[in-house]
Nanobody, 126 residues
Framework: QVQLVESGGGLVQVGGSLRLSCVVS????????MGWFRQAPGRERELVAS???????YYADSVKGRFTISRDNAKNMVFLQMSSVKSEDAAVYYC????????????????????WGQGTQVTVSS
């Protein structure tokens, strides 16, 4: 059974930093493309960043240069380091695993993610 559990959300000031963590069980993070998505009220869920099994990364234009996705293979965890946070970054953030085993490139198609965490709330104050 695959489970993803996020943590690290909370209140952050504009310009501040926050690190989100995702503990994964039942699936090896280094073998699958992993992603972070977010959903703000009234908006569709969007891909923020993804990390392929090769280590290659993909970032949405809105977070490029500010967010960094990474993983710890030994702990089977995925992280999202958020820096220079903006008010528009406020959302529920979800960790997700793609269904594609051994694909080196980061998967940017949401439909190819088949396992999701419960989400962690990020609130931004000005």
């Amino acid at each position: 059974q695959v489970q993803l559990v996020e943590s690290g959300g909370g209140l952050v000031q504009v310009g501040g930093s926050l690190r989100l963590s995702c503990v994964v069980s039942g699936r090896t993070v280094s073998a699958y493309s992993m992603g972070w998505f977010r959903q703000a009220p009234g908006r569709e869920r969007e891909l923020v960043a993804s990390l392929g099994s090769s280590g290659a990364t993909y970032y949405a234009d809105s977070v490029k240069g500010r967010f960094t996705i990474s993983r710890d293979n030994a702990k089977n965890m995925v992280f999202l380091q958020m820096s220079s946070v903006k008010s528009e970054d406020a959302a529920v953030y979800y960790c997700a695993s793609s269904s594609l085993l051994g694909v080196g490139s980061p998967v940017s198609t949401p439909d190819l993610y088949d396992r999701w965490g419960q989400g962690t709330q990020v609130t931004v104050s000005s």
